[in-house]
């Protein structure tokens, strides 16, 4: 008599089918996703033809949501010979201006998939500082979010002084698309970005913080392959913004602090400067 042996994992007939168990993977844990030549030829032929600081903070900034928005697949698709960058700026590190003493435990910073929109705040403090005396008044704003607020840090990722100093913000990594703190409803995906200072109507914004904003954005903005110019899709993820959560926001790819929430921020002699600083980080990505 021959005996049929089965392939090694092969199913008896009738017999039931054991389940897989599906095994969820953080998608800033998973591997990055290769596209084979071929493919890739493919899509590049189709593209050718202060005092008043912290009472301020809830209006001007507001806290981390947890869940997460998808990311628009189409640009991130898009291969790195299409789009538009720009140079990284001067960044000046969190450790010129944390120190030892002001420094609180927290948790690991969080990310999201990239950064699809950038939001500029003002800080609500005041004006008249020397520009050396910055770091002392970014330590004075964490302070104030990390104390009374109870954040787990700064809730900006990045701010700028008056001489157009960039400062990084919270943590977790200049270059990265880190989660912040500072747009209620849409801190996914998105970067902020604080003046630091009070530029309510009339009050003089200095050219070289705008300029400093706009080499910024163009540069975040740039590493998604995104216009400055342009409106971008961003999901509400809390319905004390001006969209109720789940709903689907068209808003500025370089957008004001109030185009997401109800506030002043950033003030509205810098909210008028907004269609400037979008042109200028346009033409730092090479835009025409």
Request: charged share 15%.
């Given at each position: 008599?021959?005996?049929?042996?089965?392939?090694?994992?092969?199913?008896?007939?009738?017999?039931?089918?054991t389940?897989?168990?599906?095994?969820h993977?953080?998608?800033?844990?998973?591997?990055?996703?290769?596209?084979?030549?071929?493919?890739?030829?493919?899509?590049?032929?189709?593209?050718?033809?202060?005092?008043?600081?912290?009472?301020?903070?809830?209006?001007?900034?507001?806290?981390?949501?947890?869940n997460?928005t998808?990311?628009?697949?189409?640009?991130?698709?898009?291969?790195?010979?299409?789009?538009?960058?720009?140079?990284?700026?001067?960044?000046?590190?969190?450790?010129?201006?944390?120190?030892?003493?002001?420094?609180?435990?927290?948790?690991?910073p969080?990310?999201?998939?990239?950064?699809?929109?950038?939001?500029?705040?003002?800080?609500?403090?005041?004006?008249?500082?020397d520009?050396?005396?910055?770091?002392?008044?970014?330590?004075?704003?964490?302070?104030?979010?990390?104390?009374?607020?109870?954040?787990?840090?700064?809730?900006?990722?990045?701010?700028?002084?008056?001489?157009?100093?960039?400062?990084?913000?919270?943590?977790?990594?200049?270059?990265?698309?880190?989660?912040?703190?500072?747009?209620?409803?849409?801190?996914?995906?998105?970067?902020?970005?604080?003046a630091?200072?009070?530029?309510?109507?009339?009050?003089?914004?200095?050219q070289?913080?705008?300029?400093?904003?706009?080499?910024?954005?163009?540069?975040?903005?740039?590493?998604?392959?995104?216009?400055?110019?342009?409106?971008?899709?961003?999901?509400?993820?809390?319905?004390?913004?001006?969209?109720?959560?789940?709903?689907?926001?068209?808003?500025?790819?370089?957008?004001?602090?109030?185009?997401?929430?109800?506030?002043?921020?950033?003030?509205?002699?810098?909210?008028?400067?907004?269609p400037?600083i979008?042109?200028t980080?346009?033409?730092?990505?090479?835009?025409?």
């Amino acid at each position: 008599m021959r005996v049929f042996r089965r392939a090694p994992g092969a199913r008896r007939p009738g017999a039931a089918r054991t389940p897989r168990t599906a095994v969820h993977i953080p998608a800033a844990a998973r591997p990055p996703r290769t596209v084979p030549v071929r493919a890739a030829a493919r899509v590049l032929l189709g593209c050718l033809p202060g005092l008043a600081a912290v009472t301020a903070l809830v209006l001007c900034a507001s806290g981390v949501e947890r869940n997460g928005t998808t990311s628009d697949r189409a640009l991130a698709a898009r291969p790195a010979a299409v789009r538009h960058s720009a140079a990284q700026p001067h960044i000046v590190p969190r450790s010129a201006w944390l120190d030892a003493g002001t420094r609180r435990a927290q948790p690991p910073p969080r990310y999201d998939a990239r950064v699809n929109a950038v939001f500029v705040h003002h800080t609500d403090s005041p004006n008249g500082y020397d520009c050396a005396d910055a770091p002392r008044i970014i330590r004075y704003l964490y302070a104030g979010q990390t104390g009374s607020r109870q954040w787990d840090d700064i809730g900006y990722n990045f701010l700028v002084d008056r001489c157009g100093t960039i400062y990084e913000g919270r943590a977790g990594g200049v270059d990265r698309p880190v989660t912040g703190a500072h747009t209620q409803g849409f801190n996914h995906g998105t970067t902020g970005i604080a003046a630091l200072g009070t530029f309510t109507a009339g009050v003089p914004v200095p050219q070289a913080m705008t300029d400093a904003i706009a080499r910024l954005a163009a540069w975040k903005l740039g590493m998604s392959g995104i216009d400055p110019r342009a409106n971008v899709p961003l999901v509400s993820s809390n319905g004390l913004s001006r969209y109720a959560a789940g709903t689907t926001a068209r808003l500025p790819a370089l957008a004001g602090h109030k185009d997401g929430f109800m506030t002043s921020c950033p003030g509205a002699a810098l909210s008028a400067l907004l269609p400037q600083i979008r042109q200028t980080a346009a033409r730092l990505q090479g835009r025409g």
